[in-house]
Each structure stands twice: as structure tokens, then as C-alpha cells.
């Protein structure tokens, strides 16, 4: 059995790691690559960074950013945020990202997910869905923080991409996000079933307990969160003994 991995997410504006609520109110929460090294040392089986700068100075600092985290850290690292081309993507990626994160982008072009798996493999290849579950009961995919509902459907739109090329889903529940209420597990266990790639489970932590839910009842293969760790609430390395200690495989 492949062990389940814990993941750490960045959000970075202009090479500083930020954190707030929808982008708004962002504090400071230190240096990007010393706080990616620093989860590294605690145990995080891989990161994300998450490029929210508005400004096309932003994308070259971030870039460059990409090539001092390549530098720095020895665990595999993701990188999305404003990727809309094959040239975005490839940008980061020869900058030294293990991996690129679409969204939106995907979206509006689903052949970018061929595109991008073509010329680099399926492996480099995150697609990310921000779902909402709507009033008739259907999970759709949105853009926009949630505020926009798209034609796409959950179950569907991740089986499209797994067959166009991704090799991996970050699925969030935009009714779940920020609320640190755990997570749709039924739902999370339905996408398993329907793909084969890894899924990747984000928004909704607020407890070990939450985690350890989505990562047995959900069949999600990693967990993704952010303010648990940067607000000190819990280290990556403390989580894992946790989850290990309710005989869940993860690598101490």
C-alpha cells in the first residue's frame, strides 16, 4: 500500500509566503523557501506553492522564486497559481517544479491538460477542482473563490482530465473551505471510485481527526493544508505520529 502523504501549502505574493481568508487580510507568514525547508525538516511528504500576485512582476518574481526553492528544498514541490499556457507551465517547470497546478485555465481549455502532459508526462500534470455542491444537489466546478458555478461537473470534469493527461486531482470543497468542519468524505470516496489517478483532498481541516477521516473514509491519497501549520496549531512531524498512531501508513 502506498503511504498517504501530508502536504503543506504556500500561498506566495511577490516571494513571500502569505496567508488570509479568500486573499484577503494577508499576513506575512515568513520566507517561502525557509519556511518550505522548515516543513521539509518536519516531515511534509511534498508542497505546494500557490502564486496569488496579480501583477506580471509578480509571475517573474515568482518564477525566480521556483528556481531558489528547487535549490533549497529536497522534497518534491507543485506550483500553480496564474498558469494559462503551455509556456506558463513550461516556465515553471524548467525552473525546477516537480510539478504544475491548473485550475481555471484548464477550464476555459481543457487541451491544455494535453498539452502540458504531451510535452512533459503525465506525472508534472495536477489538475485542481474548487467544487460546490449547488441546491439540486449537484457538485460543480467554480472559479472565482467558489462565486462562480461553471458547466462542468465534479465526477465528470475529473474523469476528463485523468483521460486527457492529468496525474493527479486537488479536489476542494467550496462549501467545506475555511469553515475547519472536516471534510465530504462520502464525496471524496465517490471520485475515488471514478478515477484511478491519486486525489489530493484540500479545504475543510480543522482537527488530526479531519484528516485522518478523509485519508480512510474518503480513500484520499494526501492531505493538503495550510493554517494548521503556519499558525503553529500542529507540525507536520506531530500529525504524522498521530495518524500513525490510528494505523494509518504515512512515512514518520
Same mark, same amino acid.
Given at each position: 500500500?502506498?503511504?498517504?502523504?501530508?502536504?503543506?501549502?504556500?500561498? @506566495?505574493?511577490?516571494?513571500?509566503?502569505?496567508?488570509?481568508?479568500?486573499?484577503?487580510?494577508?499576513?506575512?507568514?515568513?520566507?517561502? @523557501?525557509?519556511?518550505?525547508?522548515?516543513?521539509?525538516?518536519?516531515?511534509?511528504?511534498?508542497?505546494?506553492?500557490?502564486?496569488? /500576485?496579480?501583477?506580471?512582476?509578480?509571475?517573474?518574481?515568482?518564477?525566480?522564486? @521556483?528556481?531558489?526553492?528547487?535549490?533549497?528544498?529536497?522534497?518534491?514541490?507543485?506550483?500553480?497559481?496564474?498558469?494559462?499556457?503551455?509556456?506558463?507551465?513550461?516556465?515553471?517547470?524548467?525552473?525546477?517544479?516537480?510539478?504544475?497546478?491548473?485550475?481555471?485555465?484548464?477550464?476555459?481549455?481543457?487541451?491544455?491538460? #494535453? /498539452?502540458?502532459?504531451?510535452?512533459?508526462?503525465?506525472?508534472?500534470?495536477?489538475?485542481?477542482?474548487?467544487?460546490?455542491?449547488?441546491?439540486? +444537489?449537484?457538485?460543480?466546478? &467554480? &472559479?472565482?473563490?467558489?462565486?462562480?458555478?461553471?458547466?462542468?461537473?465534479?465526477?465528470?470534469?475529473? =474523469?476528463?482530465?485523468?483521460? =486527457?493527461?492529468?496525474?493527479?486531482?486537488?479536489? &476542494?470543497?467550496?462549501?467545506?473551505?475555511?469553515? =475547519? /468542519? +472536516?471534510?465530504?468524505? #462520502?464525496?471524496?470516496?465517490?471520485?475515488?471510485?471514478?478515477?484511478?489517478?491519486?486525489?489530493?483532498?484540500?479545504?475543510?481541516?480543522?482537527? @488530526?481527526?479531519?484528516?485522518?477521516?478523509?485519508?480512510?473514509?474518503?480513500?484520499?491519497?494526501?492531505?493538503?493544508?495550510?493554517?494548521?501549520?503556519?499558525? +503553529?496549531?500542529?507540525?507536520?512531524?506531530?500529525?504524522?505520529?498521530?495518524?500513525?498512531?490510528?494505523?494509518?501508513?504515512?512515512?514518520?
Amino acid at each position: 500500500m502506498v503511504a498517504k502523504r501530508i502536504i503543506p501549502c504556500l500561498d @506566495v505574493k511577490e516571494g513571500r509566503t502569505v496567508k488570509g481568508v479568500n486573499f484577503v487580510d494577508l499576513r506575512d507568514v515568513g520566507d517561502a @523557501v525557509e519556511l518550505g525547508q522548515y516543513y521539509a525538516r518536519c516531515g511534509a511528504d511534498e508542497l505546494v506553492y500557490l502564486d496569488i /500576485s496579480a501583477t506580471r512582476e509578480g509571475r517573474n518574481t515568482f518564477t525566480r522564486l @521556483v528556481e531558489r526553492i528547487a535549490d533549497g528544498i529536497n522534497i518534491p514541490f507543485t506550483v500553480g497559481g496564474g498558469i494559462s499556457s503551455l509556456d506558463d507551465a513550461a516556465r515553471l517547470l524548467d525552473a525546477g517544479a516537480d510539478k504544475i497546478s491548473i485550475n481555471s485555465a484548464a477550464i476555459a481549455n481543457p487541451s491544455l491538460i #494535453d /498539452s502540458i502532459a504531451a510535452r512533459y508526462g503525465s506525472q508534472f500534470v495536477v489538475v485542481a477542482i474548487d467544487a460546490k455542491r449547488m441546491e439540486d +444537489g449537484i457538485w460543480r466546478a &467554480t &472559479t472565482h473563490g467558489g462565486s462562480r458555478p461553471t458547466d462542468k461537473e465534479l465526477f465528470s470534469w475529473a =474523469r476528463e482530465a485523468q483521460e =486527457r493527461g492529468a496525474g493527479e486531482i486537488l479536489f &476542494t470543497s467550496m462549501n467545506h473551505d475555511g469553515t =475547519r /468542519s +472536516g471534510y465530504p468524505c #462520502d464525496t471524496f470516496a465517490r471520485l475515488s471510485e471514478e478515477i484511478t489517478i491519486p486525489i489530493i483532498a484540500s479545504g475543510g481541516a480543522g482537527s @488530526v481527526q479531519d484528516i485522518a477521516d478523509v485519508l480512510t473514509v474518503g480513500r484520499a491519497d494526501a492531505a493538503l493544508a495550510a493554517s494548521i501549520f503556519h499558525f +503553529g496549531e500542529i507540525t507536520v512531524g506531530d500529525l504524522k505520529k498521530e495518524l500513525k498512531q490510528m494505523n494509518i501508513d504515512v512515512r514518520l
